[in-house]
């Protein structure tokens, strides 16, 4: 099984690849309710759920996760952690027995505490070393964006 949030479709790239090199199964995991299109509101709502520690509600489950063995996890790095939706994910789904191979993409900052929030959510799983890629276009796009909207436009 190949499983993984992506937001911005950086880590849903190397979902797609995992996925298209060995007999699997691809699962997308996804909020019940959206987050925000807007990427500072996401970042806001997001830290919001990590300090409170919520666990946004799923829009589907993985059905019959007893089959699986072996699940690759992807999920960005938010606020310096895991998104919250995979601690959703890890808490309705019984990884006991499982190996997890986590793939991880961050904007710079590196891997942060997720990797104890996958230990602290999948107790009786055997979590493999990750593979960890820096992808953090949608923050560069912004910020460049912003940076050229700032500047004054002169006619050609």
Same mark, same amino acid.
């Given at each position: 099984?190949?499983?993984?949030?992506? *937001?911005?479709?950086?880590?849903? #790239?190397?979902?797609?690849?995992?996925?298209?090199?060995?007999?699997?199964?691809?699962?997308?995991?996804?909020?019940?309710?959206?987050?925000?299109?807007?990427? %500072?509101?996401? #970042? @806001?709502?997001?830290? &919001? !759920?990590?300090?409170?520690?919520?666990?946004?509600? %799923?829009?589907? *489950?993985?059905?019959?996760?007893?089959?699986?063995?072996? #699940?690759?996890?992807?999920?960005?790095?938010?606020?310096?952690?895991?998104?919250?939706?995979?601690?959703?994910?890890?808490?309705?789904?019984?990884?006991?027995?499982?190996?997890?191979?986590?793939?991880?993409?961050?904007?710079?900052?590196?891997?942060?505490?997720? %990797?104890?929030? %996958?230990?602290?959510?999948?107790?009786?799983?055997?979590?493999? !070393? @990750?593979? #960890? /890629? &820096?992808?953090? &276009?949608?923050?560069?796009? /912004?910020?460049?964006?912003?940076?050229?909207?700032?500047?004054?436009?002169?006619?050609?």
């Amino acid at each position: 099984m190949v499983a993984c949030f992506s *937001r911005s479709g950086n880590t849903r #790239v190397v979902a797609g690849l995992i996925h298209r090199s060995m007999p699997s199964d691809l699962f997308q995991v996804e909020p019940a309710i959206d987050y925000p299109a807007d990427y %500072l509101e996401t #970042v @806001a709502k997001a830290r &919001q !759920e990590r300090d409170d520690g919520v666990e946004p509600a %799923l829009r589907t *489950r993985i059905v019959d996760i007893d089959r699986y063995d072996t #699940v690759y996890l992807g999920f960005p790095i938010w606020g310096e952690t895991a998104p919250p939706i995979i601690r959703s994910l890890l808490s309705q789904h019984d990884m006991s027995g499982k190996t997890i191979v986590p793939f991880i993409t961050h904007g710079g900052y590196g891997v942060g505490s997720s %990797l104890r929030v %996958l230990a602290r959510h999948a107790p009786n799983a055997r979590i493999l !070393e @990750a593979f #960890v /890629m &820096q992808a953090d &276009q949608e923050r560069k796009t /912004m910020e460049s964006v912003n940076a050229w909207l700032a500047t004054p436009h002169t006619a050609r």
